[in-house]
Structures are given as structure tokens and as C-alpha cells.
């Protein structure tokens, strides 16, 4: 039997979202300084960086949804 391309293309997609993506970005040297900055002011463990842009893209994608 075979699987219509959509049901096998949204399996793969599936599949891929269990795994963290890597993203590169470019960035304005100020807003990096202010992030790095209060990202240090509390505490500063590994990962914080990636956990607020991953929040900060959450936030994005609520707002755009909801416009």
C-alpha cells in the first residue's frame, strides 16, 4: 500500500521536530551585548541563550497567529 506524498512528507516533519534544529542568525552587535548581558545578570548556565530565543520565537509566532 502506498502512503499519499502529505501523509509521508507531515511523518518526516514529525520525525525531525523530536530533534532540536540548529538556526543561524545575524544579529545587531547592541541587541546581542543586551541579551548576553541579562541572560548573565541571571545566572548565565549553559543553554539560557538558546532557551530565550527559542521563548522569544514562541512569542513571535503566538502574536503572528493572532494577527
Same mark, same amino acid.
Do not use: N, S
Given at each position: 500500500m502506498l502512503i499519499p *506524498?502529505?501523509?509521508y512528507? *507531515? *511523518?518526516?516533519?514529525?520525525?525531525?521536530? $523530536?530533534s532540536m534544529a540548529r538556526i543561524t542568525v545575524k544579529i545587531d552587535d547592541e541587541i546581542e551585548k543586551k541579551v548576553?548581558? %541579562?541572560i548573565a545578570k541571571h545566572g548565565g %548556565? %549553559?543553554?539560557? *541563550? #538558546?532557551? #530565550? $530565543?527559542e521563548e522569544a520565537l514562541k512569542l513571535w509566532l503566538e502574536h503572528k497567529e493572532t494577527t
Open positions: *506524498l502529505g501523509i512528507m *507531515l *511523518l518526516i516533519i514529525l520525525r525531525i521536530e $523530536v548576553r548581558m %541579562k %548556565k %549553559k543553554g539560557d *541563550l #538558546a532557551k #530565550a $530565543v
